[in-house]
């Protein structure tokens, strides 16, 4: 199965269920990725932008963790599974935004008091906010821009009455995203 049909699948068929937001994974990831698409952002980051949560899609042992207190790092798993198919401009914002997060309580006084209650829930099995050193290290790496700014839509993206393009009109962007790096054929 080629990575688009695989992904379209996995969205379509678990991105349904909620997640600890007032929207569904599918409605949440979509709504960031429009967000990216309006911002100007290139087709990796739509991408990166539409698939960031891949890894609560993907990982069949998501469900019930954060209630036991359990971080089953969605991230890693996500980047992880779309590094099959897509290089770092896609797969490092996804690994990264969460971090992006934690960066962003430790350098803006206010981001975490705009922080929805699912957000700060899971903020504290991540790790909580960075302290100087770490928001430091984390900044001065590759992608961290493009991470804060999916982190930023992540957050706006989770509204129960937005509408948005489709799936598969956001697939286009992932698409694009595949034949830019040449790993498979779309």
């Given at each position: 199965m080629q990575a688009i049909e695989e992904i379209t699948e996995a969205m379509l068929k678990i991105g349904g269920e909620r997640y600890g937001e007032d929207v569904n994974q599918l409605q949440h990831g979509l709504q960031c990725a429009a967000l990216a698409e309006t911002s100007g952002a290139s087709a990796e980051l739509i991408t990166a932008a539409l698939l960031h949560d891949i890894g609560h899609v993907v990982d069949l042992k998501w469900k019930g963790a954060a209630e036991a207190g359990i971080d089953r790092r969605h991230e890693d798993i996500g980047a992880a599974y779309l590094a099959k198919w897509f290089g770092p401009e896609v797969t490092e914002p996804v690994r990264?935004?969460?971090?992006?997060?934690?960066?962003?309580?430790?350098?803006?006084?206010?981001?975490?008091?705009?922080?929805?209650?699912?957000?700060?829930?899971s903020l504290e099995l991540q790790g909580g906010s960075f302290d100087g050193p770490e928001a430091t290290a984390f900044v001065n790496q590759p992608f961290a821009k493009d991470a804060i700014q999916l982190r930023r839509w992540d957050d706006l993206a989770k509204d129960p009455g937005a509408r948005t393009e489709s799936l598969d009109y956001f697939m286009s962007f992932a698409r694009v995203a595949l034949q830019v790096h040449a790993k498979i054929p779309a």
């Open positions: 990264m935004h969460v971090a992006a997060k934690r960066y962003l309580c430790a350098v803006d006084a206010e981001y975490f008091s705009d922080l929805s209650f699912g957000s700060v829930r």
